[in-house]
């Protein structure tokens, strides 16, 4: 079964984005559904992926857990069967697709990590050598790996919007020096620790995108999902080559898809059964490479 929409009176929505659909439960925490929604593009496509925000929740809480001693995170609760009542009444919409976590402050930029140079960096890296607007050294190929990771923000677009690359002084400029500096420099550390951890089980993290915010205190907080295959690009270590595009296991197979059938990057279509069930099989795939485990709840 897909799950587009979550229907939960007795809950306080406080908004749909294009996976999820946010409650509060409570002053100090809120409730994450991550639905079966599909977006490219910043478009969400018509029909959803079955099982998606099921498997993104519980990478996510994987990666919550392995990068623990990074930096603290969101995350309350990922046991249903701990969440509040009012919680558990829902229980067939949202058992294995919800996190409770903290209500933070959340700082209005996407931390972007790039490991390896692919996307819309290729893209602007073959027109003027730069990504951001940081200068990098000629001659670099497509899908090369970075001497060091490269920390490249963008923007937070409201849906319907695009989200916008920006040079790291820009998130200076909106959030402050102080936590650009911590935003930039934790998000890099999670990065290198994930990329050399999913390299063990035989996956390349091209790149992803944090989010973070900030408590009543200050402490800078790693919040939203982590490390999935909707926020990173995961290649196949075992079939890399530089010079190319790369064979993936996130959903740049749909954004590949789009492309080819001239997609206006505008308006919501349906997807194909067929690449609808490709796109559930690869996220499947990412689970059980990263975790080594098998997807039992779906």
Not at 88 to 105: F, M
Not at 151 to 170: C, L, V, W
Not at 222 to 233: A, F, G, K, Q, Y
Request: glycine share 6%; net charge negative.
């Amino acid at each position: 079964m897909t799950l587009l929409y979550t229907n939960c009176p007795d809950l306080e929505l406080v908004t749909r984005g294009k996976a999820r659909d946010i409650y509060r439960v409570d002053e100090s925490s809120i409730l994450l559904v991550t639905t079966d929604r599909l977006s490219a593009f910043d478009v969400i496509m018509k029909n959803g992926v079955p099982g998606k925000g099921k498997i993104l929740t519980q990478i996510s809480k994987f990666w919550f857990d392995y990068l623990g001693d990074v930096i603290p995170n969101h995350l309350i609760c990922s046991d249903f069967s701990q969440m509040p009542e009012k919680v558990q009444k829902y229980k067939d919409q949202l058992e294995h697709r919800s996190l409770l976590v903290r209500s933070l402050q959340v700082f209005p930029i996407e931390a972007i990590v790039r490991g390896y140079i692919t996307g819309s960096a290729w893209a602007e890296y073959k027109k003027k050598k730069t990504v951001c607007g940081i200068q990098l050294p000629d001659g670099l190929q497509e899908s090369q790996k970075f001497d060091e990771p490269l920390y490249t923000p963008s923007t937070k677009a409201e849906i319907g919007q695009h989200d916008e690359n920006i040079h790291p002084d820009r998130a200076k400029e909106i959030i402050g020096d102080n936590y650009a500096e911590i935003v930039s420099n934790t998000a890099v550390e999670l990065y290198s620790k994930a990329a050399d951890y999913a390299l063990t089980k035989g996956i390349i993290i091209a790149d992803t995108k944090f989010e973070f915010g900030k408590d009543k205190e200050g402490n800078v907080i790693l919040i939203d999902e982590v490390l999935t295959p909707d926020s990173s690009r995961f290649w196949f270590s075992a079939n890399y080559q530089v010079g190319t595009t790369q064979d993936s296991i996130d959903k740049q197979f749909v954004r590949n898809y789009l492309l080819s059938i001239n997609f206006d990057k505008k308006t919501s279509i349906e997807l194909p059964e067929d690449i609808v069930q490709k796109t559930a099989e690869k996220y499947i795939e990412a689970y059980r490479l990263l975790t080594g485990s098998e997807p039992t709840f779906l």
